[in-house]
């Protein structure tokens, strides 16, 4: 972690200069001094309130009280009226929404929704450690909602109306509600052909354990798709010892976010630890043989016993409601304060803000910060930076911002050497930065984006 300012040692805090803010340099979260509450997100603790401890100030001392004081919703007047928050979804956003309510003080009623019980759970662990047996599952959990004092109904939601305020479980339940938030995450995609649904796919932990069990028998995988989360399962599965073969429509993996230069760069890392690649080719069927592709006229089976599809995920919508739906299967329309309706909320892979719809784990954790703050009545809205990280063999890249297109990609230090930032410049504006091994100005560069900073800026800043 690294302080904002000098002030942030103990000795120079005063109550007339309180320390602002810490900033976790990996993890992209930061957390307010004077408040004791997270301003973005540190995910091993967005289950549960960050502990608060009464503090005093005499002249140059500082004495703190050694007992926690008891959550905020604990401490809260209790009303005559119960009012009931329901959360659809207890992935990434539903989870720290859940703890935002109750640390801000709601002392109401909270019912979760979720057929999936494993949830929720760290899912960027799932390919990047799970996958090669370096995390247990059973670590990859983020606590259970019994710490924030919420009802956890295992179901799926099958109909939600904001015109009712109420949702239809697909146990027969009726849930009336006052506030709802909706996050239901993704749903992987799956290849219109021939055999699909042979192929696994990675989004629980459920997923991880089917295909651990296929793997240990396996002789061959190969791995459809050129997304982050198919080039880090085969990180994952290469480091196991198994032979894997990538195989794509695209020429490079992940160009289209990172460039040419970096794609290259960690295709080549992979290559170097034995993975195998067959880009730029139409991927026609998957048998119990393994995965046909063809490229030039010419088909060719490429022989596998498991197979992983990665060719990323969709909202999942698959309930009856009355929102207002994005354009282009762009999710659900909301506002900056994650607002798609009167008594309901959206956030996570399936808000579509303003235009922009990004799915990112760790932005599915700010949109449920800003929801609930904005579900109590806070003038909420999300001005954070989407970040999230990928990770291949060691080597770990962090992505602050979004940048869909660019005019230049100025780069500071060596890519091959995965020692860099790279920034990626629109119209003079720094849109978007891609990093490895250099945490120091991570951190420093995840508080400038919140400004749009020009090149010449960030350069300075750098300097």
């Known amino acids: 972690m690294m302080a904002d300012s000098p002030q942030c040692s103990p000795s120079a805090r005063t109550p007339e200069r309180p320390w602002k803010k810490a900033r976790c340099a990996t993890g992209g979260w930061s957390v307010r001094g004077t408040w004791g509450r997270s301003r973005s997100i540190p995910a091993c603790c967005w289950s549960r309130p960050l502990a608060t401890y009464a503090v005093r100030v005499r002249g140059e001392d500082i004495f703190v009280d050694p007992e926690p004081q008891p959550p905020a919703h604990q401490r809260a007047k209790q009303s005559s009226e119960t009012p009931v928050f329901l959360l659809v979804g207890t992935g990434a956003a539903g989870a720290m929404a859940a703890t935002t309510l109750r640390d801000h003080g709601f002392a109401g009623k909270i019912v979760a929704v979720d057929p999936v019980a494993a949830e929720p759970v760290d899912r960027t662990q799932l390919t990047k450690q799970a996958l090669s047996g370096k995390t247990p599952l059973d670590k990859v959990g983020l606590g259970t909602f019994a710490a924030v004092d919420v009802q956890r109904l295992h179901a799926a939601v099958t109909e939600i109306s904001a015109a009712r305020s109420e949702a239809r479980l697909s146990d027969g339940t009726t849930i ?67 032979p894997v073969t990538v195989v794509g429509k695209d020429n490079l993996p992940f160009a289209g976010k990172f460039g040419a230069e970096v794609s290259c760069a960690v295709q080549a890392l992979h290559e170097s630890k034995g993975t195998n690649f067959r880009l730029g080719v139409e991927i026609v ?47 659900i329309a909301a506002d900056e304060s994650l607002r798609a309706l009167e008594h309901v909320w959206v956030a996570g892979d399936i808000a579509n803000v303003n235009g922009t719809r990004i799915e990112h784990w760790r932005l599915a954790q700010q949109h449920g910060q800003i929801a609930a703050l904005s579900m109590l009545g806070r003038d909420a809205k999300y001005d954070g930076v989407p970040f999230f990280w990928t990770f291949h063999f060691g080597k770990r890249l962090g992505y602050l911002g979004n940048a869909n297109e660019w005019d230049e990609i100025v780069t500071e230090g060596d890519i091959r050497a995965f020692a860099f930032v790279n920034l990626y410049v629109k119209d003079a504006v720094v849109k978007a930065v891609l990093t490895c091994g250099q945490d120091s100005k991570t951190a420093l560069l995840a508080e400038m984006m919140r400004t749009q900073p020009t090149l010449a800026h960030v350069r300075q800043a750098l300097a």
């Open 176 to 242: 009336r509600f006052d506030r709802a938030l909706v996050a239901t995450g993704g749903t992987p995609k799956r290849l219109q052909i021939p055999g699909s649904e042979l192929a696994h796919t990675i989004r629980h932990p459920e997923d991880v354990v089917k295909i651990l069990a296929v793997a240990e028998s396996a002789r061959q995988v190969v791995v459809i798709g050129t997304s982050f989360i198919a080039l880090e399962a085969a990180s994952a599965l290469v480091q196991t010892g198994l």
């Open 285 to 331: 069927a998957i048998t119990a043989s393994g995965v046909t592709v063809r490229q030039g006229g010419k088909q060719e089976l490429i022989a596998a016993d498991l197979v992983i599809e990665g060719v990323g995920v969709q909202p999942e919508l698959g309930f009856a409601h009355d929102l207002p739906l994005a354009p282009n299967g762009g999710g």
